[in-house]
């Protein structure tokens, strides 16, 4: 037992209640750069500490050992022999010493210098993580200007070439043959379909955090709003079935960007059915999970997750008009929104695509 005590993997000592030290063990003396007979008998704890620790050894700890009789993790330092110092981590505790028939004060001590320069260097990696963080969302916000900038700056002259595109078909002021209706064909296609992808890149770039805009939406007017969106004046040519929805917490825009989406995905991937849309809806917790059913042509378990993806498309564009970017979109406004989405199908039996949105 003597040999623990001397060898212990902590500081071991033994003070008066005045704070004299009656022993101390050779682990904590080798730490301090003492021997034992510098320290035994001749010294007080109060002499290891500064001017500082002092006052609040006599002023707080002794009176507290009296009064509870222990004291857990006290960072104190230490002063060793000459300019070494010990970072350590008291633990002080009241006990009746038989063999001097006297109450003392037990104390461990435990080196946290390789903590201290841990937590040191944590800190140092969390500061530099900051700056790399603020210097990552500085470089983000330039993206996103730049990439709105680009989108405003390329979509007013295609914008132009589909207007004076349609202005030459609708004036007849193209001659008449089979060459040239082919090759007017190809440009309005391709105009409008690189107009239609900077409208949709636009909009996905407007998707941003709630913030102060978050507030108590009706679902059945933002539904209503983006049904009327989607199918223009086609709305009659297709089957609704839609529960009363809910109200959440939300951004009304970007909740009805959302619908006019999946609403539209619904109808361009459908069979050779007239579309059938259902709209329903279930409680889970502090949110509403929203199912939108159609009875399209389904999607494959493999494409379950890769359909979210921006600009990812299942279908050449000849089979099926699009831009790949609408349900990206879908899933950014939900994710601002702290929710999750995802799709339920089989190829050929339709799909069924739900997300979870805040409760009001």
Request: hydrophobic share 40%.
């Amino acid at each position: 037992m003597v040999n623990f005590f001397q060898n212990a993997p902590c500081g071991l000592l033994t003070i008066w209640t005045d704070g004299r030290i009656i022993e101390a063990n050779q682990t904590l003396l080798n730490w301090l750069g003492y021997d034992r007979s510098d320290v035994v008998s001749v010294k007080s704890f109060q002499d290891f500490l500064n001017i500082g620790g002092r006052m609040f050894f006599e002023t707080h700890l002794l009176p507290l050992l009296q009064m509870k009789g222990e004291v857990a993790e006290i960072n104190m330092e230490l002063k060793g022999n000459g300019s070494k110092t010990l970072p350590s981590l008291l633990n002080l505790k009241k006990m009746m010493s038989q063999e001097l028939a006297s109450p003392v004060f037990c104390i461990s001590v435990t080196n946290v210098k390789q903590r201290i320069l841990y937590e040191q260097e944590l800190l140092s990696a969390k500061k530099k993580a900051e700056i790399e963080a603020k210097k990552l969302g500085e470089l983000n916000k330039e993206l996103d200007r730049f990439a709105n900038s680009a989108s405003d700056t390329l979509l007013n002259p295609v914008s132009a070439i589909t207007d004076m595109l349609s202005i030459l078909k609708i004036k007849n002021l193209l001659k008449p043959n089979m060459q040239a209706d082919e090759i007017f064909s190809v440009m309005k296609d391709n105009s409008d379909r690189m107009r239609q992808m900077l409208l949709d890149f636009k909009e996905y770039l407007s998707i941003i955090d709630k913030g102060p805009n978050s507030e108590t939406v009706d679902l059945n007017e933002v539904f209503d709003l983006a049904l009327k969106e989607a199918t223009g004046k086609n709305q009659s040519k297709i089957s609704l079935f839609k529960d009363d929805l809910p109200k959440v917490n939300g951004v009304k825009s970007q909740l009805q960007i959302l619908f006019k989406h999946l609403i539209s995905n619904a109808i361009i991937y459908r069979s050779y059915a007239v579309p059938v849309i259902s709209v329903s809806f279930e409680e889970k917790g502090d949110y509403y999970v929203i199912k939108i059913k159609d009875n399209g042509m389904g999607i494959e378990q493999e494409d379950y997750l890769v359909i979210f993806d921006f600009m990812h498309r299942l279908h050449a564009y000849k089979d099926i008009p699009g831009t790949g970017i609408g349900l990206a979109t879908s899933k950014r406004v939900v994710d601002n929104h702290d929710g999750k989405i995802w799709v339920n199908s089989a190829v050929g039996n339709g799909s069924t695509f739900c997300f979870t949105l805040p409760k009001s």
